[in-house]
C-alpha cells in the first residue's frame, strides 16, 4: 500500500454493495456465499494451473487531474485515483491527488476515468474468430443435461477478440457455453490477458458458475431430432430430473465427507484409543462431473446463470430453485423482466440484457428499450451484457443507449446508473463485487481511462488497467497468435506477444 | 390507439423555427424550414423566411395556418433512408409463419421477383424504427439462390401497398456464395450474355431457337434482367475481402453494369479503385477486428478511408429489427475518424442517390416533407427524435413496444 491517507479519499469497502456473498476471493477454492464446502479438494485439483502466470509488481500510479466516475455514485471533477504496488486501489476521491512517494502521476487531465467494464455474457473462446468449424467449441449438443463440461476446457486464448474487447475497456468477463441445452455446463469468469492456457486467464478467486437455459433454444435442438425434451414442459422435467439426482447424490457425498472426517479424527486418536473403537476407512462414492456441478449449486458454491426471455419462462426457473432450494444469480437476455421487475428485486435475480435487441424469434418479440430502466427503478440489479464479440467492445454505447431511453420513458435513472449496469451490477452477477466493478479503495485496480464522456458514441479508451498494470494503449499490444503477422503487406504496427 | 390514430396530424402546414438543418451543403444553424402539403416549401434563415408570419403559439405562410415546432437550435435532418433490409416482410426472424421474405424454391434465378409485393405496412416492426426517425428503407429479397429478385424502396407511413410502396425495382439482388469467387462470377458473366442474347433476338426465345440458357432462367427472369445487364439498375452484391472487391471492378468495367457493394470490410485497401470506378458501398462500422477470413484486414477506419477516397458510403449491419441502430454505426464511423457530415449523408441523400429516389434523402425546396427533429447530435447514443415528419405528416412517436412499456410501467411499484 501506499500512503495515501484513506480518509481523503472514498474508502467505502464493497461490504456496502449488499450482496448476500461473504466474500473470499483470493482463495483457490470458490467458496462464495456456501452454506457448505464440499468437494473441496476435488474442485482445487480440476483448477490447478499448470503454466506460471507471472504478475508483476504494478507501478504505484497516481491518476490525477480527469474527472472520476466510480460507479457507486460518485463523480470526481477533478477527482484522483491511487494505485499501489500491489495492483490495488489505495485511495479515490475529489480534488487535487495526494502527493506518494514513488509514484507515478498519470496527468488525466481532460480524460475520465472510470472502473474497468464487465461482461457477464460472452462466448470469445469457445466460438472464436474467425468462425470456423473447427473452433465451434461453445454447445456440447450431444445431451441436454451437460453439467460437467467446463468453458474453460473450450477457450481458446489465442481469440482476437479478446485483445479487441479490451481496446474496449473489458477487464473482466464471463466465457459461457451455448444455450442448446438446458444445462449447459460451467461458465468461467476470466480476465482478457495473454496466457498460452486458458487457465490462466481465470478470475483469481473467482465463484464458479453454470449455465442453464430455458425456453425455445433447447427444446428446439432435440425436439427438431424428435428426441426429448420438444416442448417446455419437457424442459422442466429434464431439469427437474437433473437436480433430483445431483441431491441424491450430494446427500451421498456429504455423508461420505462426514465420515471421512470423523475416520480422520479417529487417525488422530492415540492407538489405545483407536483400538478400543475401531473405525474403517469409508469408501469413496463413485464421483460424477454431471451431478457434482449441480450439487455445488444446491450448496451454493456455484452461481446459476439462466438464459432465459419470456416472463413466464424466468417464473419457472425461479419456481425450480425454490423447489430444490438454490439461487438463481442472474437470467440472461431477460427481454421480459420489465414484466416482472418486481419479483425480481425482492429475489435479486441480476437481470443480465441487451438495450434493444429483439423480434429474432418469438421469445424475443416483447422486448423493450426500457427493460434495463423498468428493472433498475423497481430495486432490482440491472446488467447490461453484450452476448457479441463485436458489442463487447461498446458497453459503454449500450448503456448510453439504455440510459437516453430509460430517461426519455420518464424512468429515474442518471449516469452513474448506467455505469453501474457495466461495472458494478455485473462484478455481482458474478461474484466478484468485492474485488472489482466500481473505483474504491481495496479492490483491485481495473479502470479505463477514455477520452471522452464514457457513455458517449464518440468516447474511446486510451488506456485500460487491469490489477493495477497497464494492458493496451492505442498502440497495442495486441497479443493474439492469430493476428501475428497477418497484416505484414500493410504498415500495421508490429505484433507485440508480452509473455 | 384509437385516440392516437385520431391525433394523428394531417398533412398540413408545419414550421419547424430555428433549427440546426442538414443541408445537401452541410448543417446550418438558425434555419427555418416550412412543411406544406407533402412537399418542403421553404427553407431559410429563421428571420428571413418570406411570406411566414408568427402570432403566439402559431405561424401563417402563404395565407394557410401552420402549427409552429420551436426547433431551439435542435438538428434536423432529412428523414434516414435504410438500405438492404427485410423490414415490412419479416415479423420475427425464426418464425417462418411470420415470414414473407424467403421463397424456398431451388430456382437459382428469380429476377421477376418484386419484393414490394410482399410488403406489409402493418408490420410491428415499422413503427419501432419509424419512432426514431427512419422514413425509408431500401427492402431485399433475400433466401437461397444466384438472383435473389429486385429490391423496393418503401416509405414507412401509410396503410396500403400503394401509399408506401415508392419505387419497385430499384435494385438487382445477387449473391456471390463463398467457396468460389471466381466461380460466381463466372456465373454472372453467364448470366449477362444470355439477357443480352435474349435481349436482341427475343424471337428467338420464343420459337425455341436457343443454345442452353442459364439453369432456370425463364421468360420473365429475362425480361427483368434487360435493365440491370443494360445498367439502368444497380446490382446489389455482398464482398468483403479486398481481392474479390477489385474483381467486383473488373467485372463492372467489362460488362458495363452498375454494382453496389455490401459489405466491403476490407475496402479501405481498394478504396481509390472502387472510386474511380464510382461504385458505392454499404459498410458496418462495427466489423473492426478480425471478421473472419473475408475479413481479417476489418480496421475501425475504413469508413473514414473510403469516404476520403471518395466513395459513396452508406451503413448497414443493423438488422431488419433494429433500423433504428444504423445511425449508431454512421456514429462509430465518426468515432474512427469519418467526417460527420458524410456520416449523416450517408444514412439519407447518398442511399437516395443511389438508388434513384427522387426528392427523398435531402432538404430542399421541393423535396419530400420527411425530416427528423433530434433531442442532439443525431448520431450519438444519448440522443433521440423529438419529431418525424413523413410527407408532411407528423409521426405518432408510439410502437408496439411503447405499448407494452406502457402495460408494465408501474410494475416495480407493486
Same mark, same amino acid.
Given at each position: 500500500m501506499v500512503g495515501a491517507s484513506r480518509s481523503q479519499g472514498r474508502?467505502?469497502?464493497?461490504?456496502?454493495?449488499?450482496?448476500l456473498l461473504l466474500g473470499s476471493a483470493g482463495l483457490a477454492t470458490p467458496s462464495f456465499g456456501a452454506e457448505s464446502d464440499v468437494l473441496g479438494p476435488q474442485e482445487e485439483a480440476g483448477h490447478r494451473i499448470v503454466e506460471r502466470v507471472s504478475h508483476p509488481d504494478a507501478t504505484p500510479r497516481v491518476f490525477s487531474g480527469g474527472v472520476v466516475l466510480t460507479a457507486v455514485g460518485d463523480r470526481f471533477d477533478p477527482g484522483y485515483v491511487v494505485v499501489d504496488s500491489a495492483g490495488r486501489i489505495a485511495a479515490v476521491g475529489e480534488g487535487p491527488a495526494p502527493s506518494i512517494d514513488g509514484a507515478e502521476v498519470v496527468d488525466a487531465k481532460g480524460r475520465f476515468v472510470t472502473p474497468g467494464l464487465i461482461d457477464t455474457h460472452s462466448h470469445m473462446g469457445v466460438?472464436?474468430?474467425?468462425?470456423?468449424k473447427a473452433h465451434a467449441?461453445?454447445?456440447?449438443?450431444?445431451?441436454?443435461?451437460?453439467?460437467?463440461?467446463?468453458a474453460e476446457h473450450s477457450v481458446?486464448?489465442?481469440?482476437p477478440h479478446f485483445e479487441k474487447a479490451v481496446e474496449g475497456g473489458i477487464t473482466s468477463l464471463q466465457i459461457l457455453p451455448g444455450s442448446?441445452?438446458?444445462?449447459g455446463g460451467r461458465g468461467v469468469v476470466m480476465r482478457p490477458v495473454p496466457t498460452r492456457?486458458?487457465?490462466?486467464?481465470?478470475?483469481?478467486g473467482a465463484p464458479e458458475t453454470v449455465k442453464m437455459a430455458c425456453g425455445e433454444n433447447p427444446k428446439r435442438v432435440y425436439g427438431e431430432r424428435?428426441?426429448?425434451?420438444?416442448t417446455r414442459m419437457g424442459n422442466l422435467r429434464a431439469q427437474r430430473e437433473a437436480f433430483l439426482a445431483a441431491q441424491d447424490w450430494l446427500e451421498t457425498w456429504q455423508k461420505y465427507e462426514e465420515n471421512q472426517a470423523s475416520y480422520e479424527e479417529w487417525l488422530a486418536l492415540p492407538e489405545k484409543k483407536r483400538k478400543k473403537d475401531k473405525k474403517k476407512k469409508p469408501d469413496m462414492p463413485k464421483r460424477d462431473l454431471d451431478k457434482e456441478t449441480l450439487a455445488l449449486v444446491l450448496t451454493g458454491q456455484v452461481l446459476p446463470q439462466i438464459h432465459c426471455y419470456r416472463a413466464d419462462d424466468m417464473l419457472s426457473m425461479l419456481q425450480l430453485a425454490e423447489e430444490f432450494g438454490f439461487r438463481v444469480r442472474s437470467f440472461h437476455h431477460?427481454?421480459?423482466a420489465y414484466k416482472i421487475a418486481d419479483i425480481l428485486a425482492e429475489k435479486e435475480v441480476a437481470v443480465s440484457t441487451w438495450p434493444d435487441w429483439w423480434g429474432f424469434k418469438l421469445e424475443a418479440y416483447?422486448?423493450?428499450?426500457e427493460n434495463l430502466a423498468m428493472v433498475h427503478v423497481a430495486g432490482g440489479r440491472a446488467v447490461v451484457h453484450s452476448d457479441s464479440a463485436t458489442t463487447i467492445r461498446r458497453l459503454n454505447q449500450e448503456a448510453g443507449k439504455a440510459l437516453a431511453t430509460g430517461r426519455r420513458a420518464g424512468?429515474?435513472?442518471?449516469e452513474n446508473d448506467a455505469l453501474s449496469w457495466i461495472t458494478l451490477q455485473p462484478a455481482w452477477a458474478l461474484g466478484i463485487h468485492e474485488e472489482t466493478g466500481?473505483?474504491?479503495?481495496?479492490?483491485?485496480?481495473d479502470l479505463v481511462v477514455w477520452d471522452?464522456?464514457?457513455?458517449?458514441?464518440?468516447a474511446k479508451p486510451v488506456e485500460v488497467v487491469i490489477d493495477g498494470r497497464t494492458?493496451?494503449?492505442?498502440d497495442g499490444p495486441l497479443w493474439s497468435d492469430f493476428s501475428a503477422?497477418?497484416?505484414?503487406?500493410?504498415?500495421?504496427p508490429a505484433v507485440e506477444v508480452p509473455r | 390507439m384509437m385516440l392516437l390514430l385520431a391525433t394523428l396530424a394531417h398533412a398540413g402546414c408545419v414550421v419547424l423555427d430555428d433549427v440546426q438543418a442538414s443541408l445537401p451543403t452541410g448543417p446550418v444553424e438558425g434555419q427555418t424550414v416550412v412543411l406544406v402539403g407533402s412537399r418542403i416549401a421553404a427553407v431559410g434563415a429563421t428571420d428571413a423566411v418570406s411570406g411566414l408570419t408568427r402570432s403566439g403559439d402559431g405561424a401563417r405562410y402563404d395565407g394557410q395556418d401552420c402549427t409552429l415546432v420551436e426547433g431551439k437550435g435542435r438538428p434536423l435532418t432529412p428523414g434516414l433512408v435504410m438500405v438492404d433490409n427485410q423490414l415490412g416482410l419479416v415479423?420475427?426472424?425464426?418464425?417462418d409463419g411470420s415470414?414473407?421474405?424467403?421463397?424456398?424454391?431451388?430456382?437459382?434465378?428469380?429476377?421477376?421477383?418484386?419484393v414490394g409485393d410482399a410488403?406489409?405496412?402493418?408490420?410491428s416492426v415499422i413503427g419501432v424504427q419509424r419512432m426514431e426517425g427512419v422514413t425509408h428503407s431500401v427492402i431485399t429479397p433475400v433466401g437461397g439462390?444466384?438472383?435473389r429478385g429486385q429490391a423496393a424502396a418503401v416509405r414507412?407511413?401509410?396503410?396500403?401497398q400503394e401509399e408506401?410502396?415508392?419505387?419497385? %425495382? &430499384?435494385a438487382m439482388v445477387v449473391d456471390l456464395p463463398s467457396g468460389s469467387r471466381a466461380e460466381s462470377l463466372r456465373q454472372l458473366r453467364e448470366l449477362v450474355a444470355d439477357v443480352r442474347s435474349y435481349a436482341r433476338d427475343k424471337g428467338a426465345f420464343d420459337a425455341n431457337r436457343?443454345?442452353?440458357?442459364?439453369?432456370?432462367?425463364s421468360a420473365l427472369d429475362l425480361e427483368a434482367l434487360i435493365p440491370a445487364v443494360r445498367g439502368e439498375q444497380p446490382i446489389l452484391v455482398g464482398a468483403n475481402r479486398a481481392s474479390d472487391l477489385e474483381a467486383l471492378v473488373r467485372l463492372q468495367e467489362d460488362l458495363g453494369i452498375r454494382l453496389v457493394i455490401r459489405g466491403?470490410?476490407?475496402g479501405w485497401r481498394v478504396a481509390e479503385r472502387l472510386a474511380q470506378a464510382e461504385i458505392p458501398v454499404m459498410v458496418d462500422?462495427?466489423?473492426? %477486428? &478480425?471478421?473472419?477470413f473475408d475479413a481479417?484486414?476489418?480496421?475501425?477506419d475504413n469508413a473514414k478511408l473510403l469516404a476520403e477516397a471518395g466513395v459513396k458510403v452508406m451503413f448497414h449491419g443493423a438488422g431488419t429489427h433494429n433500423l433504428r441502430l444504423q445511425r449508431h454505426k454512421a456514429g462509430n464511423a465518426v468515432r474512427a475518424g469519418m467526417d460527420h457530415e458524410l456520416a449523416v449523408k450517408g444514412l439519407t441523400e447518398v442511399p437516395a442517390e443511389v438508388f434513384g429516389?427522387?426528392?427523398?434523402?435531402t432538404i430542399e425546396?421541393?423535396?419530400?416533407?420527411d425530416v427528423v427533429l433530434w433531442?442532439?447530435?443525431?448520431?450519438?447514443?444519448s440522443t433521440l427524435a423529438d419529431g418525424v415528419w413523413i410527407g408532411g405528416e407528423a409521426v405518432p412517436l408510439v410502437s408496439r413496444q411503447t405499448v407494452l412499456r406502457d402495460r408494465y410501467r408501474d410494475v416495480g411499484k407493486r
Open positions: 474508502a467505502l469497502l464493497a461490504g456496502s454493495v449488499g450482496g466460438y472464436p474468430t474467425p468462425g470456423a467449441d461453445g454447445n456440447e449438443m450431444t445431451g441436454p443435461t451437460t453439467a460437467g463440461v467446463w481458446w486464448p489465442q481469440d442448446g441445452n438446458l444445462i492456457g486458458s487457465r490462466g486467464m481465470r478470475f483469481p424428435r428426441q426429448a425434451p420438444m431477460a427481454l421480459e416483447d422486448g423493450i428499450q424512468f429515474d435513472v442518471d466500481s473505483l474504491e479503495a481495496g479492490k483491485r485496480a471522452a464522456e464514457p457513455l458517449s458514441v464518440y494492458v493496451w494503449t492505442p503477422g497477418q497484416r505484414l503487406n500493410d504498415d500495421a | 415479423e420475427i426472424r425464426a418464425e415470414r414473407n421474405d424467403d421463397p424456398h424454391t431451388r430456382d437459382a434465378v428469380r429476377a421477376a421477383l418484386d410488403y406489409d405496412p402493418h408490420s439462390g444466384f438472383v414507412l407511413l401509410g396503410h396500403t408506401t410502396v415508392l419505387e419497385r %425495382g &430499384v436457343r443454345r442452353d440458357l442459364f439453369p432456370d432462367l466491403a470490410a476490407e462500422p462495427m466489423m473492426d %477486428g &478480425v471478421e473472419g481479417l484486414g476489418a480496421r475501425a429516389l427522387e426528392g427523398i434523402g425546396v421541393g423535396g419530400s416533407a433531442s442532439g447530435d443525431p448520431l450519438e447514443v
